[in-house]
């Protein structure tokens, strides 16, 4: 058995706990939410990410992330605008994140 001995130090051992094995993401806070809402999301590797807010019938509200970002915990808040800076409706709104070939969506509820 000695020689199954793994050289991983312990930054090592606690960095690759940190991490997520798979795109997360955790939904916002509060939901239902007035007028904002914080999106919490995990990354397991660092690259490209979009995080965007779309409408129940799928059309694109506004992006909220779209770039390079590390790997690891982060968070963004949603003001309840559109793209143009405009106060959206009270509905259901989707959170969708893409990383690769991998996508998550988790839906809010925005009360007026």
């Known amino acids: 058995l000695a020689a199954m001995k793994l050289s991983t130090g312990p930054a090592a051992v606690a960095d690759a706990a940190a991490l997520p094995s798979a795109l997360e993401l955790k939904g916002n806070y509060p939901?239902?939410?007035?007028?904002?809402?914080t999106i919490s999301f995990s990354l397991p590797a660092s690259g490209?990410?979009?995080?965007?807010?779309?409408d129940?019938?799928?059309?694109?509200?506004?992006?909220?992330?779209?770039?390079?970002?590390?790997?690891g915990a982060h968070?963004?808040?949603?003001d309840g605008r559109d793209e143009n800076g405009e106060a959206v409706s009270s509905g259901v709104?989707?959170?969708?994140?893409?990383?690769?070939?991998?996508?998550?969506?988790?839906?809010?509820l925005l009360l007026k």
């Open 31 to 37: 939901n239902p939410f007035n007028p904002s809402t």
């Open 75 to 78: 968070s963004v808040t949603w």
């Open 48 to 54: 490209k990410v979009s995080l965007a807010v779309y």
């Open 93 to 108: 709104y989707l959170s969708r994140i893409t990383q690769g070939n991998n996508a998550v969506s988790r839906r809010m």
């Open 56 to 71: 129940i019938t799928g059309r694109k509200v506004r992006e909220l992330v779209s770039g390079s970002m590390p790997a």
